[in-house]
């Protein structure tokens, strides 16, 4: 494993997921709410910021390439959990929220199943902008929390769905595009 900034960045974010939910663990209400969105998007800037840096300075790394998509999945998952919950189990949030859940597993234990084959399932533009759509919906669901509901937790809402149609897709286009090797040996 190189100690690169790219990958010290992946790692800070891996390490700042939990502390959404620690953040509910002390703290309560509009407080709570305001701590957790500016980790999370500190934390969710590190994911363009590593990226970038990775490419721009040539520092892409087995390590990164595996952690990243970790780290994304765990920042979105623990989240959402905490979302959920602080929305006392809004339908309107847990619906899309458990098809961002499915998915995600899903492709985890898709690409554990390929294990080297698993490079076919290279992350996607749509995927891209399925994982921006999740971290925007997110941000504006903690400000609306923070701000007492309103305009920004219903931006929030109609995004997270938006995010939900996404994460469906690039699931179904992950599934298609691992048929072949889950078809079994001719």
């Known amino acids: 494993m190189t100690w690169n ?26 407080m709570a709410a305001l701590a957790a969105l500016i980790l999370f998007v500190a934390a969710a800037v590190t994911d363009w910021f ?10 892409q790394s087995r390590f990164g390439a595996m952690l990243d998509p970790i780290a994304d999945k765990a920042m979105v998952v623990l ?6 919950g602080a929305s006392d189990l809004n339908g309107w949030l847990l619906f899309p929220a458990t098809l ?24 996607t533009k749509l995927a ?3 994982t ?18 309103g305009f920004f937790w219903s931006l929030g809402l109609i995004l997270i769905w938006i995010a939900g149609a996404l994460t469906l897709i ?13 078809a079994g040996p001719k």
């Not at 921006?132 to 509901?149: E, K, R, W």
């Open 128 to 130: 891209k902008w399925k």
């Open 50 to 59: 590593d990226g970038y840096l990775a490419r721009k300075w040539d520092q």
């Open 5 to 30: 900034v790219p990958n010290i960045l992946t790692v800070l974010r891996m390490l700042a997921a939990p502390g959404v939910p620690l953040i509910y663990l002390f703290c309560d209400g509009e």
């Open 132 to 149: 921006t759509a999740q971290m925007v919906s997110i941000a504006l669901l903690f400000l609306g929390l923070a701000l007492d509901g």
């Open 170 to 182: 690039s699931g179904a286009d992950y599934l298609r595009k691992s048929m072949p090797f889950l």
């Open 79 to 84: 989240a959402l959990m905490v979302l959920v």
């Open 100 to 123: 961002i859940l499915l998915r995600e597993t899903f492709v985890a234990g898709l690409r554990e199943f390929l294990g080297a084959d698993a490079q076919l399932l290279q992350v």
